[in-house]
């Protein structure tokens, strides 16, 4: 018989946002086909205002939205370069626009920061990290960059410094509970991207795993999301939407 492994610290992991052990699992929920967006939003903001009042555990809820914009608080007007393209949908997370749609994967992070660690930068690096897990499943290399926050990927054929965003990033919190979260370009219609500068970023592109010739199943995606999930924040525990 092998002993068991001791329990980890939460600094255990590079990345790592682990609680403190013993700790509730987080619920994990995949809702199946199109969600509209302030449905979305809705749900999502009931349900932070119940773990902030100690009344739901934290949740990570998987899903896909309609072709769609949202602008973050710091969103210029002169970034929307195509306004009648798509629906475009004001939000109270931070950064600039992005785009979501069918093919690209959100997962919106309900988790209780208190359990954790009260520190915004924090959990935008273990966000960041759990992206680069996820992406080298693929046999991807995610990156960050210390003036962009999102993932990103090198693209040499293209030029020395050439590189796209695969991953996107966007957070807000209240009363220490996260809101928003992470989109992955698993296989979305790129050409969406030409109505907005994504992000704000304008001196490079955006790409995805079919775009970067790995044409993998949403369903091969979620797993490794929540196996990397688990080794960065903690165990997990399927949710019915």
Not at 164 to 169: L, T, Y
Request: aromatic share 8%; net charge negative.
């Amino acid at each position: 018989m092998v002993d068991p492994a001791p329990p980890r610290r939460r600094d255990s992991l590079a990345g790592g946002f682990l609680t403190e052990a013993p700790a509730a699992p987080v619920a994990w929920r995949v809702t199946e086909g199109l969600t509209g967006y302030e449905e979305a939003m809705a749900a999502m903001e009931a349900r932070a205002a119940q773990i902030a009042d100690g009344r739901a555990p934290e949740l990570v809820w998987l899903l896909e939205h309609r072709p769609l914009y949202t602008a973050g608080t710091s969103a210029q007007a002169a970034d929307l370069t195509q306004p009648d393209l798509l629906p475009v949908f004001a939000t109270g997370r931070g950064g600039q626009y992005t785009y979501h749609g069918p093919g690209q994967r959100v997962a919106y992070a309900m988790l209780d920061l208190r359990r954790r660690a009260p520190d915004l930068r924090r959990y935008v690096a273990a966000l960041e990290a759990w992206l680069i897990a996820t992406l080298d499943r693929f046999g991807v290399t995610g990156e960050r960059r210390e003036d962009r926050v999102g993932v990103w990927v090198r693209r040499p054929e293209r030029g020395r410094d050439a590189e796209d965003k695969i991953a996107a990033i966007g957070v807000r919190v209240r009363r220490w509970v996260t809101l928003h979260g992470v989109s992955l370009n698993v296989e979305p219609d790129l050409s969406h991207y030409a109505g907005i500068v994504p992000c704000g970023v304008r001196d490079h592109g955006v790409t995805s795993l079919a775009d970067l010739g790995r044409i993998v199943s949403m369903a091969e995606v979620d797993m490794a999301l929540r196996e990397t999930f688990e080794e960065i924040f903690g165990p997990t525990t399927a949710e019915d939407a």
